[in-house]
């Protein structure tokens, strides 16, 4: 699967991290001697899709530039139950005081990660594409939005400032969709323009203003299959609109949405709903 960039937020990201858990110093590493070295090892305890490699490094390289940390499983790999990850060699106490933080990032990455696999997995050959949303864990949207990629799916707007998404409160507000998309194309913000519709009547007419991408939400079958048909027809006529589906998807309706031929799948749970992988350290002996 392809990565996604590292995100900027990185550093400091794993910087709060830390300083939440070490706060002011580690005294229950302090059992073991300063100048102590050790050697560990982190293995999944059940298949997953690995994802935060580049968390974990900053963790360790922050406590110590020192330590050596050897992978043995590529980023957006998949790992089976008892496999080893990772090894490390370097200052105990250091090694101790980072344990917790690095394995939290990489168990909720790889939590999600894993999560978007199975959706994609789930649709495969159906053209559609698994897409996240902004329900993510407060301070780790971007994080998130790097494991969804590495998952194989594909990032909706990172945040409100670089897509226009009209929502049901936004048409309230408004006075209508039709007022909604001419206040948003007013603006003359720059980004994708996005509306979503909860009815074939505001999906026509998001279709007539020609926005970037139509968000049907929570259509059932017969209504999204003529959603689709009324996109595909519009795009025949020169249009751009993309059409996504959005709300009550799980494992055991996805293919079925898919097949309808939408373009996108937008899934909330997939950031929102996170199940860490089970993941050990252990000192070696």
């Given at each position: ?193 996005m509306t979503e519709a909860e009815n074939l009547e505001e999906a026509r007419a998001a279709l007539e203003a020609d926005v970037d991408l139509l968000l049907v939400d929570d259509f059932a079958l017969p209504e999204l299959s003529e959603a689709v ?57």
């Open positions: 699967m392809a990565l996604a960039a590292i995100p900027a937020d990185l550093d400091a990201v794993v910087a709060r991290a830390l300083a939440e858990d070490i706060g002011s110093g580690d005294v229950t590493a302090r059992l073991v001697p300063a100048q102590q070295t050790a050697q560990a090892f982190v293995i999944a305890r059940e298949a997953a899709v690995i994802c935060g490699r580049p968390w974990v490094d900053a963790v360790f390289r922050s406590l110590d530039a020192s330590i050596e940390i050897k992978w043995l499983v590529d980023e957006a790999s998949s790992v089976i139950a008892d496999q080893r990850l990772f090894e490390l060699r370097g200052p105990a106490r250091a090694l101790l005081t980072g344990e917790r933080s690095a394995l939290n990032f990489l168990q909720t990455l790889s939590g999600t990660a894993t999560a978007v696999r199975h959706y994609v997995d789930a649709i495969t050959g159906t053209g559609a594409a698994i897409v996240d949303t902004r329900k993510t864990l407060p301070g780790l949207r971007t994080a998130q939005k790097y494991a969804v990629v590495c998952g194989g799916g594909v990032n909706h707007r990172i945040g409100l400032y670089d897509g226009i998404l009209i929502k049901e409160n936004h048409i309230a507000a408004a006075g209508g969709i039709r007022q909604a998309i001419a206040n948003a194309r007013a603006l003359q913000a720059g980004v994708p323009l048909r009324l996109t595909r027809a519009h795009r025949g006529r020169g249009g751009k609109t993309l059409i996504e589906y959005s709300g009550g998807t799980s494992l055991d309706n996805v293919r079925a949405l898919a097949e309808t031929g939408v373009d996108r799948i937008s899934i909330g749970a997939i950031t929102k709903h996170v199940r860490a992988v089970d993941l050990s350290m252990r000192f070696a002996t």
